[in-house]
């Protein structure tokens, strides 16, 4: 069984979530609410929520923890060169651009799309306004790419200190998403970001160079990270120059 939580209830230790023998692992408690504090206090704890249509609020800790090293992230020889056609692109205000912050709201709704046929999705109402009171505080970011200004792809996530949270990405056009991500990468690496949290494990993921991490790890990295300043300026640099 799990706790449920009131609205002013805090957060159960992350050491009691369920396990895979109990059928649900890294499910932690249900209930409460998506307010901006709540989501915060969330996440300062390594807990995140995760729902579909129909449920209560649900709060995972999973065990072990999908992150990405920003050191680790691969970009392959086609993306390099497509990122270098969208930094020319920039460069001479051509077809391609990238921002940050500047759509945020759009980027979660393209996000909460059902893609590939699936029906629903557990980016709900509630979440779109929990999240976007967390990006009016500051805490919540998102990378867009455009073509011939039309928003194609992007990611957002949260970002409390050094430590980032990836949510979730969207692509219309080939590799979108890829390039939203590699610039968001890339800032937050030249901001001292060492690591973004993936939350799940998926093929995907582990393709970009995301890497499973035990629990104990995830929350002893993100413990130092959090107690980092608020990063500023959120602005795209170049991942690659022209040559």
């Known amino acids: 069984m799990i706790p449920w939580l009131e609205d002013d209830e805090p957060f159960p230790n992350v050491s009691s979530a369920l396990t ?29 929520p995760w729902f579909s249509e129909g449920q209560p609020i649900l709060w ?16 392959s020889a086609s993306l390099k060169k497509t990122l270098k056609t969208v930094h020319r692109s920039m460069e001479s205000n051509g ?35 929990g999240y976007g009171g967390l990006h009016k505080q500051g ?17 957002y996530g949260v970002c409390i200190g050094k430590m980032f949270y990836g949510e979730s990405m969207f692509t219309s056009v080939t590799d979108a998403s890829k390039i939203a991500l590699a610039y ?3 800032f937050l690496k030249s901001q001292g ?33 959090i107690n980092a300043p608020q990063i500023k300026n959120w602005k795209p640099i170049p991942v690659f120059e022209v040559d």
């Open 60 to 75: 995972w800790s999973t065990d072990p923890r999908m992150v990405l090293f920003v050191d680790d992230f691969k970009i």
């Open 95 to 129: 077809k391609w651009r990238v921002s940050f912050d500047q759509a945020f709201e759009d980027v979660m709704r393209a996000c909460a799309a059902p893609r590939n046929g699936e029906i629903g999705t557990w980016i709900s109402e509630d979440i779109i306004a």
């Open 20 to 48: 895979e023998a109990d059928g649900a692992a890294g499910l932690l408690a249900a209930g409460a609410n998506l307010s901006p504090e709540r989501l915060l206090q969330a996440y300062q704890n390594g807990i995140f």
């Open 184 to 186: 968001l990468v890339h």
């Open 193 to 225: 970001v060492s690591m973004i949290d993936c939350q799940q494990q998926t093929a995907h993921l582990a393709s970009l160079g995301a890497t499973p991490i035990a629990r104990s790890e995830f929350i002893s990295r993100l413990q130092q990270a």
């Open 139 to 155: 805490y919540a970011h998102s990378a867009e790419v455009w073509l011939d200004d039309k928003l194609v792809g992007g990611a």
